[in-house]
């Protein structure tokens, strides 16, 4: 039978086992905005460098080709920031293991540990079945 919970004692049990959620959710957060930042400014500073030839050899190369050349290095600027975006990810050390639910581990155990009936299940007596 399913007892309902109330929501305030979930709150105080996920409090109790993430302490630092709030300085850790302000460190992703805070990572999120300054790669979201870099991921904007990166690009517009070379198609800038490029279109106002602030970058040596610029302008010895034709229009189209500065146009060419400084997409291509703003698109893989971008490329660039998400990987080292999710190379910080995934250096990321998580604050505490993730740990199993034991209502749910208690109830798996005991599934496993009851005996097996060696009668046919009623799905197999023909319900739609053709062999």
Do not use: R
């Amino acid at each position: 039978m399913y007892t309902p919970i109330h929501p305030s004692l979930v709150a105080d049990s996920f409090a109790l086992t993430h302490p630092n959620k709030e300085e850790a959710m302000s460190g992703v957060v805070t990572k999120f905005a300054v790669t979201s930042m870099v991921m904007w400014i990166v690009p517009v500073a070379i198609v800038y460098g490029f279109y106002y030839q602030m970058i040596p050899g610029v302008s010895q190369l034709s229009s189209s080709t500065q146009t060419l050349v400084s997409g291509f290095l703003a698109v893989i600027s971008v490329n660039l920031v998400i990987g080292f975006y999710i190379c910080m990810a995934m250096k990321e050390t998580p604050h505490q293991e993730p740990q199993p639910d034991p209502t749910f581990l208690a109830n798996a155990k005991a599934s496993i540990n009851q005996p097996t009936s060696s009668q046919p299940s009623d799905d197999s007596k023909g319900k739609g079945k053709v062999e």
